[in-house]
């Protein structure tokens, strides 16, 4: 084999050798504007060269701080052994029959495991996708087959993905839906819990969505409710305890499917397989991508027997859903995951960064919040002593931290939540140098 190689024996240290991006970095931008549509940007750009551990090795010989992992992909790490060798195995062996052509184990060992890692004890069967977005879009489909109805419920803050059906399902118009619609019609939005914006309590917040659901849509004609257990996108906002949990008996006691979308917030990455563990809830549905192939593209929804096999044979489906070479991939991340205890390691992730996050807020007042489970943490930016967002020093922060060599990312309806999504194999060390060179961009 020729060419860098990544994984966890790359040196795992910032190390500056340019200036960011580097010479080569530019080079290849130059090339990339002229051959790359505009619409698609990227938020740091440094070429990749090589990445493993909690870092990534860029084309310059910049070695950087990985605090995104690929918007919470690569949580087992970028090239983890067990990825590499299976991954490895299953190319040499076949790369694609198409599972609704002629089927193979991996498509099915995957459903197994993501039946037995989703919580609750029942019966549940899973079909596997491409894309975070083709799984919620399944997931709707499965809920209106099982139910006989056509409404969809989202809240506020809400991401659901970039196709037609889940741009509508997401709530910010900048810069996911401008331009993009007429939107698939039958999703309606609901408030959701936001603590440190609304000041209510988990059962004041699911009476003020549940109240939407009666007046505005009617219960009996909601399909299904499709909630993020934390919200990714719209600022890593964890709902008030009990809110969860009510909008779920809601949902239950109203013949609705409640989907759990653990795209951004399942397999390891709060601190449990999935983040409604943390409030005993057991959805009905639960969507699945981002951090369960370490790095491939696969998607999964997991749920309730009875409602998956709802839909007729040929229903479900897709070219290259559950692809051998994803299956392979997750089935190794799976493993790395269950070895290495990656729950176990999510928290300490966790009690590591909010220590150092909430010291550093009591220097810096334009933290309004520090928040999140696991490793998922975020820091919400306001006008001191206010909860006015304040986005341009969110952006200032984020831009310091790349200069150093700290690959963070911002996110928030507002623009003012920088957050921090570190691989789940990153050693303290890395992420102690990450947040010491946060602390000196705050002070500037
Ligand atoms: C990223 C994300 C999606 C969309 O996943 P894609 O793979 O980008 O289509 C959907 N829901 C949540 C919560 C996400 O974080």
């Known amino acids: 084999m020729t060419g860098p190689v990544g994984g966890p024996d790359l040196p795992q240290e910032r190390r500056l050798v340019t200036e960011i991006p580097g010479p080569r970095s530019r080079e290849l931008q130059e090339r990339r504007n002229a051959a790359v549509a505009s619409g698609v940007s990227s938020v740091l750009p440094i070429y990749v060269a090589a990445a493993g551990g909690g870092v990534i090795l860029d084309v310059d010989g910049n070695s950087l701080i990985d605090l995104a992992s690929g918007i919470a ?21 076949f790369t694609h029959t198409c599972f609704m052509v002629a089927p193979y184990d991996g498509y099915v060992e995957v459903c197994e495991q993501l039946a037995a890692l989703t919580p609750g004890a029942h019966a549940k069967k899973a079909a596997l996708f491409n894309s975070g977005a083709e799984a919620v879009e399944n997931a709707v489909k499965i809920a209106r087959v099982h139910t006989g ?10 991401y659901h993905g970039r196709t037609n059906l889940t741009m509508a399902m ?84 109203n013949g ?69 070479v994803a299956c392979a991939a997750a089935l190794g991340a799976i493993t790395t995951m269950r070895e290495q205890d990656l729950n176990r390691r999510a928290i300490e992730i966790e009690t590591l960064l909010t220590s150092r996050l909430v010291e550093l807020a009591t220097r ?16 919400e930016i306001v006008e001191p002593g206010t909860s006015r967002p304040d986005p341009a020093v969110a952006s200032r922060l984020s831009a310091g931290c790349h200069q150093a060599g700290v690959l963070t990312l911002t996110c928030g309806t507002y623009g003012n939540v920088l957050r921090f999504l570190p691989p789940l194999v990153a050693p303290d060390a890395l992420l102690h140098e990450a947040m010491d060179v946060l602390t000196e961009v705050a002070a500037r």
């Open 364 to 379: 810096f007042p334009a933290i309004g919040e520090v928040r999140g489970r696991g490793a998922m943490i975020a820091i």
């Open 256 to 324: 609705i499917v409640f989907v759990a979308d653990e795209i951004q917030s399942g397999m390891c990455r709060t601190g449990a397989w999935f983040a409604s563990e943390h409030e005993d809830v057991v959805p009905d549905l639960v969507t699945v991508a981002k951090g369960v192939a370490g790095g491939l593209p696969l998607a999964a929804v997991v749920g309730r027997a009875e409602m998956m096999d709802a839909v007729h044979p040929g229903g479900l489906g897709g070219t290259y859903g559950g692809n051998p």
């Open 73 to 93: 992909v690569t949580s087992v790490g970028n090239a983890a052994p067990h990825v590499v060798t299976r991954v490895a195995e299953q190319v040499a062996a």
């Open 149 to 158: 109805r056509t409404a969809v419920v989202v809240v506020d803050h809400a």
């Open 170 to 253: 997401t709530a910010k118009n900048m810069p996911y839906k401008e331009g993009f619609g007429p939107f698939a019609n039958e999703v309606y939005r609901a408030p959701v819990s936001y603590p440190f914006r609304d000041g209510l309590d988990g059962q004041e917040a699911a009476a003020r969505t549940i109240d939407v659901i009666e007046k505005q849509v009617g219960p009996g004609n909601v399909a299904c409710i499709v909630i993020e257990p934390i919200l990714g996108e719209g600022g890593f906002i964890v709902p008030a305890p009990g809110y969860l949990g009510a909008v779920a008996e809601y949902a239950s006691a």
